[in-house]
């Protein structure tokens, strides 16, 4: 019953913040990394941000001086602080975690996506 919910999207005008957050829940026993992609129409599924745990984290390079990716361990929770926005950071944005339930195996989920739209 691992669920992925994201929250946060929105509309914005360019130059604009947004702060998405993504909190799992379920029988969760070891979250190996949380990540945010995006997805813009007619596109693939690109990696934003990751964070791996430890204070680990790595960005696109579209995103660097931007973004920034945090977690909450205690709250299972990652979030992505988004600064000066751009019209071409409009996208769906989904979180993805590596993570356990019996503390062996490890697969990966998808939260639901929340649409990011830059415009004036």
């Known amino acids: 019953q691992v669920q992925l919910v994201e929250s946060g999207g929105g509309l914005v005008q360019p130059g604009g913040s947004l702060r998405l957050s993504c909190a799992a829940s379920?029988?969760?026993?070891?979250?190996?990394?949380m990540d945010w992609y995006r997805q813009a129409p007619g596109t693939q599924r690109d990696l934003v941000a990751a964070?791996?745990?430890?204070?680990?984290?790595n960005y696109a390079d579209s995103v660097k001086g931007r973004f920034t990716i945090s977690r909450d361990n205690a709250k299972n929770t990652v979030y992505l602080q988004m600064n000066s926005l751009k019209a071409e950071d409009t996208a769906v944005y989904y979180c993805?975690?590596?993570?356990?339930?019996?503390?062996?195996?490890?697969?990966?989920?998808w939260g639901q996506g929340t649409q990011v739209t830059v415009s004036s």
């Open positions: 993805n975690a590596i993570l356990s339930d019996d503390g062996k195996l490890f697969r990966s989920y």
């Open positions: 964070s791996m745990g430890g204070g680990s984290t």
């Open positions: 379920g029988s969760i026993v070891t979250i190996a990394r």
